[in-house]
Antibody
Framework: QVQLQQWGAGLLKPSETLSLTCVVN????????WTWIRQPPGKGLEWIGE???????NYNAALRGRASISVDTSKSQASLMLSSVTAADTAVYYC???????????????WGQGTMVTVSS | EVVLTQSPATLSLSLGERATLSCRAS??????LAWYQQKPGQAPRLLIY???NRATGIPARFSGSGSGTDFTLTISSLEPEDFTVYYC?????????FGGGTRVEIK
């Protein structure tokens, strides 16, 4: 059964860069779009962006160019970097996937466990 | 961006009752709408994709309908584990967006 395991720093100071990584265990990495989604405490879900294994990326313009998602297919890993963080970036960050080009659901069917990231001085 | 408005914000029902959750899009998303369930402290779980397709392992009491701008998630008979929060999400336009959620609570 495919699982996504994610990790990264949980406490940042304002202006620092958030860095999270997600690895795929027990399943294929190729053929999917790898997505990061966040959820501020007590609030709803916000799509950050996604990249496929050809490294074609799309981002939420609301993040004003601060987000960058990359993949390392040799390691079955997807990574998120978010620069110049502020308290407004405090959230649980999730990695997930969707099957845009194959026969699977074109929806977020497998999720990482989530990483709580707090931005505080 | 496409705004998804979910209603009601909170739905108070009893065990065994039928739940009807609404998701309205600010412009047509055709049938490219999904529903997720999220329990406290957990990642969301995919229930329905492309309006009416149940994801793997999802019980038949969950069903989806709609098209264009108006969509519905129906839970035919509420089980104890169904009392939690539900989100809709569209994939027609960038950025992908989610609704604000509906909480189903025990009456």
């Amino acid at each position: 059964q495919v699982q996504l395991q994610q990790w990264g720093a949980g406490l940042l100071k304002p202006s620092e860069t958030l860095s999270l990584t997600c690895v795929v265990n027990g399943g294929s990495f190729s053929g999917y779009s790898w997505t990061w989604i966040r959820q501020p405490p007590g609030k709803g879900l916000e799509w950050i962006g996604e990249v496929n294994d050809s490294e074609d990326a799309n981002y939420n313009a609301a993040l004003r160019g601060r987000a960058s998602i990359s993949v390392d297919t040799s390691k079955s890993q997807a990574s998120l970097m978010l620069s110049s963080v502020t308290a407004a970036d405090t959230a649980v960050y999730y990695c997930t996937r969707r099957d845009r080009y194959g026969s699977g659901p074109d929806a977020f069917d497998v999720w990482g466990q989530g990483t709580m990231v707090t931005v505080s001085s | 961006e496409v705004v998804l408005t979910q209603s009601p914000a909170t739905l108070s029902l009893s065990l065994g009752e039928r739940a009807t959750l609404s998701c309205r899009a600010s412009q047509s998303v055709r049938t490219f709408l999904a529903w997720y369930q999220q329990k406290p402290g957990q990642a969301p779980r995919l229930l329905i994709y492309d309006t009416y397709n149940r994801a793997t392992g999802i019980p038949a009491r969950f069903s989806g309908s709609g098209s264009g701008t108006d969509f519905t998630l129906t839970i035919s008979s509420l089980e104890p584990e169904d009392f939690t929060v539900y989100y809709c999400q569209q994939r027609t336009y960038w950025p992908l967006t989610f609704g604000g959620g509906t909480r189903v609570e025990i009456k």
